[in-house]
């Protein structure tokens, strides 16, 4: 029912990327796009609904969306927590496994989760106090087009959603830890330490929203098809 979407409740971050980093949820935390510089920035490019500059592509080089070192993206400080986003991936193997969105170094044991393109799937993972093992893990393969993608941690279930309807699932096993204050978060590659940038992302992201409680499945269909 509407009385139990309200998709502003426990919104930590929403990036509709229309040409630009902005965060508009209430606690502005608004990212920059590539390095501050005007370098290694996504290509501003059509949404799923024809609108021009509306979202980014990623091109598998080192472009992306830095949204910072801020805590409230240790998603393993919250008892549930939900990531939505429109993607439309290139359907290839992407080397390494292209990130969509995650928090995650690999260079300093600082693994915390990753939403990525993995061997011709959706893929989340979501490590163990900041190790490469163990993990909890969802995957869907990949459909052609644009494809909304949700992500869920609900009881101690891990749940992945694609256009609106539940595709994977996994008891939660691991702890999320955030091992290091200066862990980014990032749109279309990960940190891999300093200022380096890897596990590039190739085609377009949209609309990423990032959430510090379960969104329902009332919630997760508003999304899918918006």
Do not use: C
């Not at 309200?6 to 965060?23: H, P, Q, T």
């Amino acid at each position: 029912s509407e009385a139990d979407v309200n998709l502003e409740s426990g919104l930590i971050g929403y990036y509709k990327l229309d040409n630009n980093a902005e965060d508009s949820g209430v606690n502005g935390l608004n990212g920059i796009l590539g390095d501050g510089s005007g370098n290694n920035i996504p290509t501003a490019t059509t949404d799923r609904n024809g609108q021009a500059n509306a979202a980014y592509e990623f091109d598998g080089s080192i472009k992306y969306v830095d949204l910072t070192e801020n805590t409230l993206f240790d998603l393993g400080d919250y008892t549930g927590f939900s990531i939505s986003t429109w993607v439309d991936p290139e359907e290839v193997v992407q080397a390494r496994g292209g990130i969509i969105v995650g928090k995650y170094i690999s260079a300093s044991d600082n693994r915390m989760y990753l939403l990525r393109v993995l061997d011709g799937d959706i893929n989340f993972r979501m490590f163990e106090e900041g190790k490469d093992q163990p993990f909890d893990e969802v995957k869907s393969p990949l459909q052609a087009g644009w494809m909304h993608v949700a992500v869920v941690l609900d009881n101690d279930v891990l749940t992945l959603y694609i256009d609106g309807i539940a595709v994977s699932s996994t008891t939660r096993t691991v702890n999320i830890k955030d091992n290091s204050p200066t862990a980014k978060t990032v749109i279309g590659a990960s940190h891999f330490s300093n200022n380096l940038f890897d596990n590039n992302y190739e085609g377009k992201i949209d609309d990423v929203r990032i959430y510090n409680r379960p969104l329902n499945t009332a919630e997760i269909s508003v999304l899918a098809n918006e």
